[in-house]
């Protein structure tokens, strides 16, 4: 998990973003959320997610719905019962096979943040 994070922080940070490993957002229930990583570049804030796998889905869709002003992203292991590509609003399920698979897979994400 570190390299995975480490690759992400190296992308976001290139790219000019303020990071910050193990950090957490309240959302608009007060409640404050857990990130891996929480990149901030002027407006624009994305959060890093690796969830245990028991409980994934309920959640990084929770949230997700408690902060909809962020940017989620959660990497799963393509062994994962929940693997799957899938993209809701502002979750992004980004299903990886290695470091650089997911390195590729982010950075095109990234651009879909960056520019829409």
């Not at 889905?57 to 940017?71: E, F, Q, R, S, T």
Request: aromatic fraction near 8%; proline fraction near 5%.
């Amino acid at each position: 998990m570190k390299a995975l994070i480490e690759a992400i922080k190296e992308k976001l940070e290139k790219r000019g973003f303020e990071v910050v490993l193990n950090d957490t957002l309240e959302g608009i229930s007060g409640i404050q959320h857990r990130f891996d990583l929480l990149a901030r570049k002027e407006e624009i804030v994305i959060c890093v997610d690796i969830p245990n796998p028991s409980f994934m889905l309920p959640a990084v869709y929770g949230k997700a719905i408690d902060l909809p002003w962020v940017k989620i992203l959660v990497p799963v292991k393509e062994e994962n019962p929940c693997s799957y590509d899938h993209t809701i609003d502002n979750l992004s399920m980004i299903t990886y096979k290695d470091v650089e698979d997911l390195t590729r897979k982010f950075e095109r994400k990234l651009k879909e943040f960056l520019y829409s």
